[in-house]
């Protein structure tokens, strides 16, 4: 039978939204809506689901079946907790499989004869259940893959002894600091090593022809934004230890985009590569790359700031200086009943030429002014409306004191900083105080930043990293 590559990319990207699985829409996944997802599909009765063990914390780890082909294929997602974006994907690739078009019946129809394919959404759901990398013993399991002290860690290591898939796929987030050149990574592939001299043997140079194969299917939708994955080896992750068991295993890397802080376009991205890549395993397709291709993918680097402002004149240390200011914003561990709290912070302060930020302003000709508190108090944080907010900013006040300060809610993202009325201290300019300053013309604020977000105040105008930002309602 001739096996011709049926996964046109510009079809499966125009179709993620019909198969995306609508119940997952924002990156914190709970236990409770996987597995009741997982009882649909099976019900379906297109995808075969079981469960396949327990975690550290006694919530079940699934197995989904599809296909009856050959070639055996393993995908795990989510090994760490806070990595879910391709577990999202996975669901959308579900409905995928179990859907009865006509438009990819034939993919459809390759896939189930040629591939027996066994995924494990979610191998770490206590991890995901509190939003943190390791499980609930505090162990990463992506380095347990030698001594397997995880209960997690060994049930992979068993799926693998009693499936011993030719093709693996090893599928995490990376940190929204890796960039290509100055470019978001939105995705990058490896084919991690399985020793330190990065050898390629036949199975390892059939994942490096996959990488290379799917950097180019996605470059008409992330130009420049993809690349490799550092792929240095690393013996006791799972990664290098099913390569070297002799799987060909990619590492897929979920990266960030500009203002997509719930990972839409990169869920998108991942739903493409997922396919495309099994299309590949199916027909060959990816064989006919050379495999040099994947060493000239260019390598992600770390180091993407959230902002850098650029040609300020400031203050520091008593002494007025030309300065560039790097902020980044992480989200913070704890997390409120509405959400995770963002600090956007300085990280560097200097001369900054060659590096890169997601958002870069220019203050040449513009002053710079710390944020002001403005001097009376309100009592309620409802008191306070779009209007007012940008009256405040406009005339450089950032941070706002209020008497009934609201404990437990998350503020962060506010175009304000509220701060109790009792513990207020005045805006700083220095490594690690939260950035929060005006950008003036004429005494008029041009630009905000206001907890390391950008507002722009000229023209009225909000103008945001995130669409929380413009939106005052949740007060
Ligand atoms: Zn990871």
């Not at 290509?180 to 043997?201: Q, R, W």
């Not at 300065?323 to 001369?351: C, H, M, N, P, W």
């Not at 990293?465 to 413009?470: A, D, G, P, S, V």
């Amino acid at each position: 039978m001739e096996k011709n590559y049926l996964a046109p990319s510009a079809a499966l990207f125009a179709a993620h939204e019909r198969f995306k699985e609508s119940k997952l829409s924002k990156p914190r996944l709970k236990h409770h809506q996987l597995v009741d997802l997982l009882t649909d599909h099976s019900l379906g009765g297109r995808l075969e689901v079981a469960t396949v063990g327990r975690s550290t914390e006694n919530r079940s780890i699934a197995r989904v079946v599809f296909g009856q082909g050959p070639i055996r294929v393993m995908l795990w997602s989510q090994m760490h907790g806070d990595e879910p974006t391709a577990t999202m994907a996975l669901f959308d690739i579900f409905n995928f499989l179990a859907a009865e078009d006509q438009q990819f019946a034939a993919l459809r129809q390759q896939l189930a004869s040629q591939l027996t394919l066994w995924f494990i959404p979610a191998l770490n759901p206590d991890g995901a259940e509190r939003f943190t990398r390791e499980n609930a013993q505090g162990i990463d399991i992506n380095r347990d893959a030698q001594r397997l002290q995880t209960l997690e860690g060994q049930l992979l290591e068993k799926i693998r002894k009693d499936f011993d898939p030719q093709y693996a796929f090893n599928l995490h987030d990376q940190n929204p600091r890796h960039h290509l050149d100055g470019k978001a990574a939105h995705m990058t592939f490896s084919a991690p090593a399985y020793n330190d001299n990065k050898s390629l043997n036949k199975s390892r140079t059939a994942a490096a022809q996959l990488c290379a194969h799917l950097f180019e299917k996605l470059a008409p939708w992330a130009k420049g934004h993809v690349g490799r994955y550092d792929d240095s080896h690393c013996h006791r992750c799972f990664g290098d230890h099913f390569q070297r068991e002799g799987a060909s295993t990619i590492l897929i890397e979920s990266g960030h985009k500009y203002a997509d802080p719930d990972k839409r376009h990169i869920r998108r991205l991942n739903f493409v590569a997922i396919l495309e890549a099994l299309a590949a395993i199916a027909s060959g397709e990816h064989e006919k790359q050379d495999y040099k291709a994947y060493r000239e993918m260019p390598e992600n680097t770390d180091g993407l700031h959230d902002l850098i402002i650029r040609n300020a004149r400031v203050e520091l240390a008593g002494r007025p200086c030309l300065a560039d200011l790097a902020i980044d914003i992480e989200s913070q561990k704890e997390e409120l009943a509405d959400g995770f709290e963002y600090r956007g912070t300085y990280v560097k302060i200097g001369d900054l030429s060659g590096q890169h930020a997601y958002r870069e302003l220019d203050a040449e000709g513009l002053d710079f002014v710390l944020g002001k508190t403005f001097p009376s108090a309100i009592e309620q944080i409802d008191e306070l409306n779009e209007a007012n907010v940008l009256t405040l900013l406009d005339m450089g006040y950032t941070n706002l004191r209020v008497k009934a300060f609201p404990k437990g809610k998350n503020t962060s993202l506010l175009p304000l900083t509220l701060v109790d009325a009792q513990l207020h201290r005045p805006c700083r300019l220095a490594l690690g105080e939260q950035a929060n300053f005006t950008l003036q013309k004429n005494g008029k604020a041009q630009w905000a930043v206001v907890n390391g977000f950008v507002l722009q105040i000229a023209g009225n105008d909000f103008v945001d990293f995130t669409k929380n930002k413009l939106n005052l309602k949740h007060l």
